[in-house]
């Protein structure tokens, strides 16, 4: 459920943001929310998971196995490449807060933007930590996932392949 909260708060304001921004910008930046969570994570990585089917820390590998056919769990890492296509969903709203936080620096602060990103920065670094501390320490995927060990990717799997460089 902690995951869940704070994911369900770091992507409401980084819509938010967003939004803010640029209206239109918003509206597909929070269609590819909706397309990275339910369409992208299950079906590279997901769908390679041994989680695949069963309920995991996020639910997502059920969803995987209600949409997407059983990928080769030899492959889980090279789901971790395609991550590239989910970087705009943190760093737009983060460079949109920068841009703000800049702005507040010229006379223009109002507490309200700058109180919400502080909490959209405090939510990812919580969430990060709780799963990290909560999540991974009994996942069955921990010893190849770079998000428990960031040397994973470069480093021998126990099936002997070794990962993406």
Same mark, same amino acid.
């Given at each position: 459920?902690?995951?869940? /909260? !704070? ?8 819509? @938010?943001?967003?939004? =803010?921004? *640029? +209206?239109?910008? #918003? &509206? ?11 369409? /992208? !994570? ?8 041994? @989680?695949?089917?069963? =309920?995991? *820390? +996020?639910?997502? #590998? &059920? ?26 969903? =943190? ?75």
């Amino acid at each position: 459920m902690p995951r869940w /909260l !704070l994911g369900i708060i770091e992507i409401g304001l980084s819509i @938010y943001f967003v939004i =803010r921004f *640029n +209206t239109n910008l #918003g &509206l597909i930046y929070g269609a590819w929310w909706g397309f990275s969570l339910f369409v /992208l !994570l299950p079906l590279f990585r997901c769908s390679h998971c041994y @989680y695949y089917g069963k =309920r995991c *820390n +996020t639910g997502w #590998g &059920l969803l995987a196995g209600f949409t997407f056919k059983k990928g080769n769990p030899e492959f889980f890492q090279a789901g971790y490449g395609l991550t590239i296509l989910l970087w705009p969903l =943190r760093l737009l709203p983060i460079a949109i807060g920068l841009l703000d936080l800049k702005g507040a620096l010229g006379g223009e602060f109002s507490f309200i933007p700058h109180g919400l990103f502080g909490i959209y920065i405090l939510a990812i670094l919580l969430h990060r930590l709780y799963y990290r501390a909560a999540n991974c320490p009994v996942c069955h995927q921990r010893s190849i996932c770079p998000v428990y060990d960031p040397k994973a990717l470069v480093e021998p799997t126990n099936s002997g392949q070794t990962g993406p460089n």
